[in-house]
């Protein structure tokens, strides 16, 4: 082969493998975007998680008492059942 035909097959080589770099950098800038999306997402998914799971706490604590409420409220509607003398 002759100084130009190597010449060439080199400019070839190269513009392929600059080519597959680049293709390659845009895919690892895709990956790298991508995987900070995720990890945004994630981070927002777990606030509302704590938020939710906060939130469960009071209700559930509303619900202990509103318990207890009903069972006093009950407690003192069978005494005053008992003093009346009403029967069930």
Partial sequence: MNQATWT???????????????IWK??????VSADKDFITMYNE???????????????????QK???SIE???KRIKDLEDKLGYER
């Fill in 66 to 68: 509103a318990h207890a």
């Fill in 45 to 63: 998914l777990m606030k509302s998680n704590n938020k939710l799971i906060e939130q469960n706490a009071e209700l559930t604590a509303e619900l």
């Fill in 8 to 22: 060439a097959l080199l400019g070839f080589l190269s513009a392929s493998v600059a080519g597959i770099l680049a």
């Fill in 26 to 31: 845009m895919n690892v800038a895709k990956t």
């Fill in 72 to 74: 006093t409220l009950t």
